[in-house]
């Protein structure tokens, strides 16, 4: 019998927090589900939780967060990081960014904005319910182009691609793709059941995943993980990976990748 079908009394656990973990955290990747990411507040936010999920301190080069912000909470401040870029896409609720002077957006979800290194901006939450977002932060890599300017869409404003001509994949490349003035992706990746890389992929590019819906079997180094919804991954360069899709839905998620500059020596 598993777990959660046990009849356990009120304020109890099922057994299984050892045996049931997939959370796995190695060398250069991380599998985890959401259970396990713990709660952290922020200074420059009121009524609202992070959960990180990727950081310098795991081996990423950047920092990825969910933020739950409740109705009325947001940033209490502009918030502005001298050389850093950061990234928000809406999981569900609505949103209300204001950057410098701009007009105030309001987004739901699949609502995502971009700004560029030492941009002030302030998000809150303008609805009734939860507002969950998903947030990045990455250091810039500035080269001899003028940095990116702010972007504030939705991915039904995307186009639907697949670069790749295989029959059940595809991408919407939120940021845009092949602009060296971009130093990373933000690409949402769908794939049906049956359809998988061509290859198992090593390369040099880090990536952040989150897993929006369906589901299926992560390869990461040596070994496979069962993936399902809310569930993140870290894959620092050159960790082995591939995904085979399962169940009957389409599965679907966001993939952060660092591209378009030289190797730091
Ligand atoms: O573009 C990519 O690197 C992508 N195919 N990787 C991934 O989904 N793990
Ligand atoms: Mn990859």
């Given at each position: 019998m598993r777990p959660h079908m046990l009849n356990v009394a009120p304020g109890r656990l099922p057994p299984g927090a050892i045996g049931h973990n997939r959370g796995v955290v190695k060398r250069?990747?991380?599998?985890?589900?959401?259970?396990?990411?713990?709660?952290?507040?922020?200074?420059?936010?009121?009524?609202?939780?992070?959960?990180?999920?990727?950081?310098p301190v795991l081996g990423a080069q950047f920092a990825q967060f969910v933020l739950e912000i409740a109705p009325g909470g947001?940033?209490?401040?502009?918030?502005?990081e001298a050389g850093v870029q950061h990234f928000f896409y809406v999981l569900s609720g609505t949103a209300v960014v204001r950057v410098d002077d701009a007009r105030p957006s309001e987004l739901t979800a699949g609502g995502f904005?971009?700004?560029?290194?030492g941009t002030g901006f302030s998000v809150k939450n303008a609805g009734e319910g939860e507002a969950r977002l998903l947030g990045l932060r990455k250091r810039y890599e500035a080269i001899d182009l003028p940095?990116?300017?702010?972007?504030?869409?939705?991915?039904d404003r995307v186009p639907r691609e697949n670069p790749t001509g295989l029959e059940g994949r595809g991408f919407q490349f939120l940021l845009p793709f092949g602009d060296m003035r971009f130093?990373?992706?933000?690409?949402?990746?769908?794939?049906?059941?049956?359809?998988?890389?061509?290859?198992?992929?090593?390369?040099?590019?880090?990536?952040g995943l989150y897993m929006l819906r369906g589901q299926g079997l992560y390869f990461l180094g040596e070994d496979w993980h069962e993936i399902w919804a809310d569930d993140?991954?870290?894959?620092?360069?050159?960790?082995?990976?591939?995904?085979?899709?399962?169940?009957?839905?389409?599965?679907?998620?966001?993939?952060?990748k660092n591209v378009n500059r030289d190797i730091a020596l």
């Open positions: 250069n990747y991380a599998f985890m589900p959401p259970e396990g990411v713990l709660k952290s507040r922020l200074p420059a936010y009121d009524a609202t939780v992070a959960r990180f999920l990727a950081a947001g940033s209490n401040r502009t918030i502005a904005f971009y700004v560029p290194p940095a990116p300017e702010l972007i504030v869409s939705h991915r130093d990373f992706e933000m690409n949402l990746m769908w794939f049906q059941t049956g359809a998988c890389f061509p290859d198992v992929e090593t390369h040099v590019m880090e990536h993140f991954i870290w894959m620092g360069g050159f960790c082995p990976q591939q995904f085979y899709p399962t169940g009957f839905e389409e599965a679907e998620y966001l993939l952060y």
